[in-house]
């Protein structure tokens, strides 16, 4: 599975936009790319998952540049809510051997300030 | 739709007792993963059930065992019970065969061990 690297931690005012970006270098022509958000005590939520170009939902919107290589969460107009770790993974999609396992890293830990 | 579901929310035993977790996983699904969060860093992967067979594992000891019912919970057993294996215990579902294997977690058993 291949590894990726992220800021531990990042802090941005209410309203602004953020980005967190992520290093997966080895990534596989196969694998995905997989963004939770986890608040304390709580099971990781799904964010967002895309495998090239431009991904948006109505939560946020991940950039994957042609190199795949690397890869950048954002989050439109954050709010005090959006204080939490988010998690960026690569995996492999339906390669046929069906679900594959999340291998974590320690996130990126965003707070949010009034 | 309920999503994933896992009994108990707490639990507290003493060391070398033993332990019951239980998942249920998101309607549709029929593949439940089994992660353990330490205090401060990423889910770990214990293993993965299919079929009511594990498919894959991680690198936890064989005092970890898991079973999946017909239905497609699932349990976690963990005996002779360490106080390292306190954690957050989550419990997330899948359905193999969909175009991108994503998983969805459960809130988390929290297991303190004395």
């Known amino acids: 599975l291949a590894k990726t690297t992220q800021p531990i931690s990042m802090d941005s005012y209410e309203g602004q936009e953020v980005n967190i970006t992520c290093s997966h270098n080895?990534?596989?022509?196969?694998?995905?790319i997989t963004w939770y958000q986890q608040f304390p005590s709580q099971g990781p939520r799904f964010i967002i998952q895309?495998?090239?170009t431009k991904v948006k939902n109505e939560v946020a919107s991940l950039f994957i540049p042609a190199d795949r290589k690397s890869s950048t969460l954002s989050l439109p107009r954050v709010s005090l809510s959006d204080t939490a770790v988010y998690y960026c993974?690569?995996?492999?999609?339906?390669?046929?051997?069906?679900?594959?396992?999340?291998?974590f890293g320690k996130g990126t830990k965003l707070s949010v300030i009034p | 739709d309920a999503g994933v579901t896992q009994s108990p929310t707490h639990l507290i035993k003493t060391r070398g007792q033993q332990v019951t977790l239980r998942c249920s996983p998101k309607?549709?699904?029929?593949?439940v993963s089994w992660y353990q969060q330490a205090l401060g860093q990423g889910p770990q992967f214990i293993f993965q059930?299919?079929?009511?067979?594990?498919?894959q594992r991680g690198n936890f000891p064989d005092r970890f065992s898991g079973h999946q019912f017909p239905n497609y919970s699932s349990e976690l057993n963990v005996n002779a019970l360490l106080l390292g294996d306190s954690a957050l215990y989550l419990c997330?579902?899948?359905?193999?065969?969909?175009?991108?294997?994503?998983?969805?977690f459960g809130p988390g058993t929290r297991l303190t061990v004395l």
């Open positions: 080895n990534i596989a022509t196969n694998d995905y």
């Open positions: 997330a579902s899948s359905r193999r065969g969909a175009s991108t294997d994503t998983q969805y």
């Open positions: 059930y299919y079929e009511e067979e594990e498919r």
């Open positions: 895309g495998y090239k």
């Open positions: 993974l690569v995996g492999d999609g339906y390669s046929g051997a069906g679900s594959y396992q999340l291998t």
């Open positions: 309607s549709g699904h029929d593949t």
